[in-house]
């Protein structure tokens, strides 16, 4: 992980965008927000009304319905079913939710319904740092989904243990019956017996294999120090002016070893409220730096600007994360890796929708195996 993108402490939201910097037009909005239609043939995300849909490379897929209105005592509450793409894989259902008081730790009971009828689900909850996080048993599932299919809310109910005061919040049915009809389609369950939504009397083994998982291998880690002379792309007096300058003066270059041949730099290109957009060269030894190169599954590039970025030399590995908008409850956070020729993508993770869920819950979009990097 990154990192928890939510703060001790939650000032009035900005919602400005890096004007000028025309990929990341669709990132900071207010609302309900599908960042991409489609992010990649190799995973996709999908918006039904209030519900969001992503599955990954490997055909794991989780549906989310947020909480529309908030109340003071809380930032927003989730609803997640998810499944890993094999044939047998298990639905799961995890109830979120994170707190306005964010210095809350310990255990508490979640009951899921209940309002004007008996309770679909009760559960234990684990809170961290605010950010609550309870997972439904399996057999209380059937009602759930029942709750999808005739229901427009659900109401949920924290109470007890650290939690002084119950905390009620109304999550969102509207748009469940097709985003689950979505991620059994996505994971080519639809008429089959593992189906959730529209089940059939095809057999599990009708449900096809996951995708082989990427590889990469990275690139050797080096022992030598990066060169003492900055080479002038770092400049703002040498930009073509395809960057505000004020950014290149404001915020530190990132120089870094990447192999005993490479080095890397990266310069701060566009700022706004809370993104930091950079661009990146690689220079090889005595040569002259050049735009460092990504190599990404088609649509996943534009999904993954270099925002907010850190590298971790005795990995490899050069970290994202754009925020969607100032308290990060949406975005997209990506990890690369440098194989001694190019950054490939190694994972990412991304949220759609702008309403409140913690990183802790994201679900990954894209996932490849490393090698070498130890």
């Not at 997640?80 to 939710?97: V, Y």
């Not at 759930?144 to 427009?152: F, I, N, S, T």
Request: with cysteine; hydrophobic share 45%.
């Amino acid at each position: 992980m990154i990192h928890r993108p939510l703060p001790a402490a939650l000032p009035g939201l900005r919602l400005t965008a890096l004007a000028g910097r025309p990929a990341l037009a669709g990132i900071a909005l207010a609302g309900v927000l599908t960042l991409l239609p489609t992010i990649s043939r190799a995973a996709a995300d999908r918006s039904f009304k209030d519900w969001w849909v992503a599955c990954d490379n490997l055909r794991s897929c989780s549906a989310y319905g947020p909480e529309m209105a908030p109340a003071d005592d809380h930032y927003g509450a989730w609803l997640r079913l998810g499944r890993e793409g094999a044939a047998k894989a298990p639905l799961t259902a995890r109830i979120g939710m994170i707190l306005v008081d964010q210095a809350v730790d310990g255990a508490a009971t979640l009951k899921v319904g209940g309002d004007a009828g008996p309770a679909v689900a009760t559960a234990p909850a684990r809170i961290e740092g605010g950010v609550v996080l309870a997972d439904l048993p399996a057999e209380t599932l059937p009602a759930l989904l029942d709750q999808l299919r005739h229901a427009d809310t659900l109401p949920v109910t924290l109470s007890g243990g650290a939690v002084t005061t119950p905390v009620k919040a109304g999550i969102s049915l509207s748009g469940s019956a097709a985003a689950m009809l979505f991620l059994d389609d996505a994971q080519g369950r639809v008429g089959t017996v593992t189906a959730a939504w529209k089940p059939g009397p095809k057999p599990a083994e009708a449900v096809p294999p996951v995708p082989d998982l990427p590889v990469i291998r990275a690139a050797p880690a080096s022992r030598k120090p990066v060169p003492a002379a900055r080479p002038a792309i770092l400049s703002y007096e040498s930009d073509d002016g395809a960057c505000d300058s004020a950014a290149a003066e404001q915020f530190d270059p990132i120089i870094e070893r990447l192999d005993d041949i490479h080095v890397l730099y990266g310069r701060a290109c566009f700022s706004g409220a809370y993104n930091v957009a950079y661009d990146f060269f690689v220079a090889a030894e005595g040569a002259e730096p050049v735009p460092a190169m990504f190599d990404a599954p088609d649509g996943l590039m534009d999904a993954a600007e270099m925002i907010n970025p850190g590298y971790d030399p005795a990995t490899r590995t050069l970290s994202t994360f754009a925020k969607g908008r100032g308290i990060g409850d949406c975005g997209v956070g990506a990890r690369w890796v440098w194989d001694g020729a190019r950054f490939r993508l190694a994972g990412m993770e991304m949220m759609g929708i702008c309403q409140g869920i913690a990183w802790d819950d994201w679900p990954v979009v894209y996932r490849a195996k490393v090698e070498g990097a130890d």
